[in-house]
């Protein structure tokens, strides 16, 4: 048995957590590959995190994509092979004339869950515009959501499964920058990342509208380093990459901005 209460200590996203560490002493008893249901970006930082330094299982993550957001976890004994395709999860194709009526992803997600469904079973959101929307869940829902998604805002639908080669995903757009500041403060950092003065970031930081590796961070000051990942609502993430002393005592940082 894992150590629960050690591992509940603290954490941000307890109930997640709390059936995190459940599934993995099923795992552990039972010798087969126990999955998730998707789990959101800061969920899923926490439990890798809070599970890297057990060494009786292993986990995996997947989310139909290689930059998906939403994502499901395997978990298993360590002596186990586990693949991404041991990680099941199914691609929805969701398609209207959506020409005269506009649908956003908040549209879309919110017909889906006025089925019935709970969010845990929905993973990333693709939305394609005027042709509708593409999203992943969990196969078991896959019959039921054929059956029962049949509008979106005014518009009718046809929700059927597709395979996953079929997903269009957008690429991340890429920017590359070097910045140099006197300190690696968040709010020097992130304001030279995503372009805007340091006092507005500041304000985005305190109204809790940033992250860093996925967790909630309301202080100015918090130290960065390299490797960590910043979020801002609506923004984007830029990701910190190799950090060099310059002669001036100053830090050379190198930033990659995914918008």
């Known amino acids: 048995?894992?150590?629960?209460?050690?591992?509940?200590?603290?954490?941000?996203?307890?109930?997640?957590?709390?059936?995190?560490?459940?599934q993995a002493n099923r795992a552990i008893a039972t010798w087969e590959v126990v999955l998730t249901d998707f789990l959101a970006p800061p969920e899923l930082a926490e439990v890798q995190q809070r599970f890297q330094r057990l060494t009786d299982i292993q986990l995996l993550a997947w989310g139909g994509y290689p930059q998906a957001e939403r994502q499901r976890l395997a978990i298993a004994r360590a002596e186990l092979p586990l693949e991404e395709s041991q990680v099941a999860v199914a691609v929805l194709?969701?398609?209207?004339?959506?020409?005269?009526?506009?649908?956003?992803?908040?549209?879309?997600?919110g017909a889906m869950l006025g089925t019935g469904i709970v969010r845990d079973k929905v993973g990333d959101l693709i939305v394609l515009g005027e042709r509708g929307a593409q999203a992943i869940v969990v196969p078991e829902l896959v019959e039921f959501l054929e059956l029962h998604l049949v509008q979106v805002r005014s518009v009718p639908v046809q929700t059927r499964r597709i395979d996953a080669s079929a997903l269009k995903v957008r690429?991340?757009?890429?920017?590359?920058?070097?910045?140099?500041?006197?300190?690696?403060?968040?709010?020097?950092?992130?304001?030279?990342?995503?372009g805007m003065s340091?006092?507005?970031?500041?304000?985005?930081i305190t109204s809790g509208e940033v992250r860093v590796n996925w967790k909630e961070?309301?202080?100015?000051?918090?130290?960065?380093?390299?490797?960590?990942?910043?979020?801002?609502?609506?923004?984007?993430?830029?990701?910190?990459?190799?950090?060099?002393?310059?002669?001036?005592?100053?830090?050379?940082?190198?930033?990659?901005?995914y918008v």
Do not use: C, W
């Not at 004339?97 to 997600?109: C, E, K, P, S």
């Open 171 to 194: 690429e991340p757009k890429k920017k590359e920058m070097t910045t140099v500041e006197a300190s690696m403060r968040l709010d020097a950092i992130a304001s030279a990342g995503f």
């Open 217 to 257: 961070v309301a202080q100015s000051s918090h130290q960065i380093k390299s490797g960590d990942l910043i979020a801002v609502r609506g923004k984007g993430r830029v990701e910190v990459g190799d950090v060099a002393i310059t002669k001036k005592d100053r830090y050379r940082i190198h930033l990659t901005r």
């Open 198 to 204: 340091r006092s507005k970031m500041a304000d985005l």
């Open 1 to 22: 048995m894992l150590p629960r209460e050690d591992l509940l200590k603290g954490v941000e996203h307890r109930e997640s957590m709390a059936q995190a560490i459940d």
């Open 93 to 109: 194709d969701i398609a209207g004339n959506f020409l005269f009526d506009t649908a956003t992803h908040r549209d879309f997600l």
